[in-house]
Every structure is written in C-alpha cells, then in structure tokens.
C-alpha cells in the first residue's frame, strides 16, 4: 500500500480495468499521488475493511458494477470522501447507478455518471484542492 497516496482507487473487480485506467490518467495528469486495488466487499470483506482502517489516503474512489456495494461499504467505514463509479453490466449500468446513488442517511457516497472515472478523479482532485486551503 501507499502509505502517503492523496487517494486510494479501490476497484471490486479485475473487469473494472478500463474504468480504473481513466481514473489514474486524470489523477497522474493532476500530479495527485493515488494507491490502486482490487478489493472485493463481498469476496474480501476483511481485506477491505484492514486497507480502509490503514489507509491515508484522504478520498476514495470506489468502482464497482452489478450490485456495487462496494462505495457504501466503504462510507459505512470511514468519515473520508467517498465517490462511486457504476460500471455498466447487464443493465447498462442502471443497477449500479442506483445501488450507489440510493445510499440510506449517514452513509454518504457522491456518484458519478456510468463509466464516469474520469469525473470521479476531477471531483477528487476538487476535494483535495479544498483540503489544501
């Protein structure tokens, strides 16, 4: 792990690869040190939970696609910013859309649109420029 990266990229899957790689493009671009990791909430709860309680990083992203539990999850674990990023599956996305964006009150996680990595990276960059003042 990267004990001082700024943000932690957190994907649930190796076929989350593609939305993985425009985020760390936009993030390497704004010279913003990241940690990238497959973790799975339901194959690796305890993984997950150990990285989150280690972690540094100042915001999360988490990619996730089908029931993409995986940015609630992370909320329900920690006060840091988190962003989801739906994958597009079976339904286009829509099922992930709305598992991230339908999150229950006190477990707050921003949404970005379907795929939207890129997005998820500037909104973390605009999170770490406010830290910074």
Known sequence: MADMADIAVISGSASDAAITEKVKKVLEENKVSYDDQIISAHRDPDKLDSYIKKSKAKVFIAIAGLSAALPGVIASKTDKPVIGVPVSGTL?????????????????????????GENAAYLAVRILNLLKK
């Open 92 to 116: 286009n996305g829509l099922d992930a859309l709305l598992a991230i964006a339908q999150m229950p009150k006190g477990v707050p996680v921003a949404c970005v649109g379907v795929d939207n």
